[in-house]
């Protein structure tokens, strides 16, 4: 019997890890705590559950459950009450990450469509393009690439074009090709961070622009040949998920488009999920996986573990575009 685990078995194990580490439940209602130890564990962070409720909505496709089923349920209500049935917070970011978790979740309730009107409100015609928080003059890739996805198959597939045009036409960097930040009081924010290129990637499929897709792809394999592949690490906090997000988008690449850009997204896929699983320590993946998992520090961050947990899911939706 072969003793290497199937993509399937390490996203599963995944999955049993951050369950079993970080959800609390408290009668119909869960949330997670945002690390095992330290300030961190009692803290709920809304955007890392949007990517809780999302990744489960893949372990679901993947894995079907009915428990998994109610946890869904179970956090979907924990939000409700966390943010008093509004759904929303002052970060556009954050809200169109919910919107897309919803959108996996629970396409046709209230609480998405809510979001979707809200993203379509907040856009700012005078600059072409979504702030990142109310009464902010920071417009950035992580706030327009969710929301374009969001909005992109909505009434408001216009704002979504609009979104995706701004980013490239404002955030490409002319030397590698790579997504920068954003813009702020007219300059641009240089920094070249992992999941402004999955968003990137994940809006031009949502609006069926595989060139598009496939230019930020090409950037992103040469941005990672010089490390065999492997992504930069953003370390703990909220840059623990950039890596997993340009993951997911990167699967969802290799299920959808054809040819050397479905294979390169799959190859880069498959190195970072095997990097980490390969780095794996008592059950937890490190917020690098060029080196071991660390029993403290930023490796025991939820956002660490979700950013792991996501690329296997995606790794799962990679391989399985092969044999589909």
Request: net charge neutral; aromatic share 8%.
């Amino acid at each position: 019997m072969d003793a290497t685990p199937s993509t399937q078995q390490r996203a599963a194990a995944a999955e049993d890890a951050v369950i079993t580490a970080y959800v609390h439940r408290y009668g119909p209602v869960a949330w997670a705590h945002a690390a095992t130890a330290g300030d961190g564990a009692r803290t709920w962070h809304y955007w890392w559950h949007a990517h809780l409720v999302h990744v489960l909505a893949e372990a679901e496709r993947h894995r079907p459950s009915a428990a998994r089923r109610r946890l869904i349920g179970d956090l979907l209500r924990g939000v409700t009450v966390r943010t008093a049935g509004t759904w929303i917070t002052p970060f556009f970011d954050d809200i169109a990450w919910m919107g897309l978790a919803l959108a996996e979740t629970r396409p046709h309730g209230r609480p998405r469509a809510r979001i979707a009107r809200l993203l379509a409100g907040a856009f700012d015609p005078a600059v072409g393009a979504l702030p990142w928080r109310t009464r902010s003059v920071l417009y950035n890739a992580p706030a327009n690439g969710p929301a374009a996805m969001v909005l992109a198959p909505s009434r408001h597939r216009a704002l979504a074009e609009r979104m995706a045009a701004w980013m490239a036409a404002v955030l490409d960097d002319p030397a590698t090709g790579l997504v920068r930040d954003g813009i702020e009081h007219g300059g641009v924010r240089p920094d070249l961070w992992t999941y402004n290129q999955g968003v990137a990637i994940g809006a031009a499929l949502a609006l069926g622009d595989g060139t598009r897709a496939g230019t930020v792809l090409g950037a992103v394999d040469r941005w990672c040949a010089a490390e065999e592949g492997l992504f930069p690490a953003a370390g703990g906090g909220d840059g623990g998920l950039f890596a997993g997000i340009l993951a997911r988008y990167l699967g969802v690449a290799a299920s959808r488009m054809d040819g050397e850009d479905a294979d390169r997204a799959r190859r880069l896929v498959r190195r970072n999920a095997d990097a980490l699983w390969a780095m794996r320590r008592d059950g937890a993946f490190p917020a690098d996986p060029r080196r071991p998992a660390l029993p403290t520090g930023d490796d025991r961050d939820l956002s660490v573990q979700l950013g792991a947990w996501i690329t296997l899911e995606a790794d799962v939706t990679a391989s399985a575009s092969v044999t589909s």
